[in-house]
């Protein structure tokens, strides 16, 4: 029913100015702003024309899980650049992540967390190693 309908995902954050920065100057992903007032809200255009939908939300909880996963070529080189740019990378139990904050598993892709100003949970991985 719903293979040839667009989607799109989305996710709240607790200051919309705050996250048109990060997620446009820090990652330098093409943000669109829609709307006024108590009902302005965010764009994102992924990679492949993707969008997702931003909106704020008073009582805005983190998301405990990763809301976005940005695969990469070069995971050390994403790393780099996302401390370069003021990012902590996110270190989680249970996960051994070396000097730079990269979790590498034998069979699976490296992997780098980080959170959004809001605190939502965002990735870097690379697949083919």
Same mark, same amino acid.
């Given at each position: 029913?719903?293979?040839? *309908?667009?989607?799109?995902?989305? +996710?709240? $954050? =607790? %200051?919309? !100015?705050? /996250?048109?920065?990060?997620?446009?100057?820090?990652?330098?992903?093409?943000?669109?702003?829609?709307?006024?007032?108590?009902?302005?809200?965010?764009?994102?255009?992924?990679?492949?024309?993707?969008?997702?939908?931003?909106?704020?939300?008073?009582?805005?909880?983190?998301? *405990?899980?990763?809301?976005?996963? +940005?695969? $990469? =070529? %070069?995971? !050390?080189? /994403?790393?780099?650049?996302?401390?370069?740019?003021?990012?902590?990378?996110?270190?989680?139990?249970?996960?051994?992540?070396?000097?730079?904050?990269?979790?590498?598993?034998?069979?699976?892709?490296?992997?780098?967390?980080?959170?959004?100003?809001?605190?939502?949970?965002?990735?870097?991985?690379?697949?083919?190693?």
């Amino acid at each position: 029913m719903f293979g040839e *309908t667009p989607a799109f995902s989305g +996710f709240s $954050v =607790d %200051d919309l !100015d705050a /996250a048109r920065r990060f997620y446009g100057e820090t990652l330098g992903l093409a943000v669109g702003e829609e709307g006024e007032g108590d009902m302005r809200m965010l764009f994102l255009t992924l990679a492949g024309g993707a969008r997702v939908f931003v909106y704020p939300k008073d009582n805005h909880t983190p998301a *405990t899980f990763t809301i976005l996963n +940005f695969a $990469v =070529d %070069d995971i !050390d080189r /994403a790393v780099d650049d996302l401390t370069g740019r003021g990012v902590t990378l996110e270190r989680y139990e249970g996960f051994e992540a070396d000097a730079k904050g990269i979790v590498r598993v034998d069979g699976g892709p490296a992997i780098a967390w980080f959170t959004d100003p809001a605190g939502n949970v965002l990735s870097v991985l690379q697949e083919n190693r």
